[in-house]
């Protein structure tokens, strides 16, 4: 059976500790479930020369398809196809002492941009950037739109969107991205940084901040760009839409139409640094759970049936049990594969992050 060797990138160890391998060994698991036929076995970690790397069995050669799907892993820097040392016997060479062969397999990511558009930012309450492609990535794959995600321009919504780390990711993607947030100073940042990485990449754009006005009433804000990757692009019309709100996302459903999203990616208050706002008006609640629950009945109905959400939040704040009860209730379905059961992890001593995915039901 081919075997294949992922090398993690080196800096998701500072970022997730100890767990960078659990965390890849469970996004691998769900890549497999989801669109490589559960074909991927026998994960384990191995050292190699010193260096320690994910290595996993398929039944037949990875093609393609299937390295394009392997090459959006958040954590991966490298992948090499594992060739025993057998033809190298008799050439005078220690072939058991040296270990096998290292066959490098070209990832083909689906990157559209530099990827400083997802690390310049850096500001309190930021969500790591890998671990938001990490639960960008594992919410498409539990939705319809799976098997389309390498074709098709997906629309992405986040909720919480914070200063967008998953809707650069999104933009990464090639995919359309939108964002709502309360806090206006958040909206702004993002706004001038956006704006100015985009004169600084010479990258063809159109963006505005303008008031929503509904019934003679500001409702908020709302930030929208069209950009493109390159000027031929956007002059035949098929420029990337990133539009992000500034209002209460409990209004989600003042925003954008029914049905819109193919998915819902948000890492959710951790109820520490940020407060979530969903009493009245300035009152913090510690829990992310009242703000999810008032928030998703709104949240739900954006979603396309068969499209997936995708929440990440703090247990010490809000039990699993808890947090999956309140998207039962909103009418969707938490995968409990047990690909899905691997993401829980440490950020600091105050936070020790979840993750559910959920399905919204065709009915
Ligand atoms: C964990 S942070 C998300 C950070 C984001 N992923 C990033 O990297 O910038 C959660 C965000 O939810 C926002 N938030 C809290 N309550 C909200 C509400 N009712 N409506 C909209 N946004 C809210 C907070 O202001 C905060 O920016």
Redesign the pocket.
Known sequence: MPRYALLVLPATNRVYAEASVDLTRAELGVFSESVLGGRITDVAEETLGGVPYVTFGVAEPLGARDVAYLSLLSSAYALFELRELGELRGEGGDAEAAGPLLSPVTLTPLDQFDDDLLTIQK?V???NEFF?KLLLNVTVLASESAGELLDRRLRIL?????????LNQVLMYGWDAAG????GK?VEAYSGFLRTWLKRKRLKHQAELTPIRRDRKVLGRRFHVTLAADKAAYKSGDALDLTVVN????RARDFFRSGSFDAIV?????GVQ?????GAPGELSRSPLD?LSA?LPGWVDLLRPGGALGVSWNTHVARREDAAAALTAAGLRVCDDPAYLGFRHRVDQAILRDVLVATKPRD
């Not at 986040?158 to 998953?166: I, K, W």
């Open positions: 500001y309450g930021k969500t938001t986040d909720p919480l969107c914070g200063r967008g780390t998953t709502i947030e309360i806090d958040d209002a209460d996302t409990r948000t890492d959710a208050p951790y940020h407060g979530s706002r969903s703000l928030a």
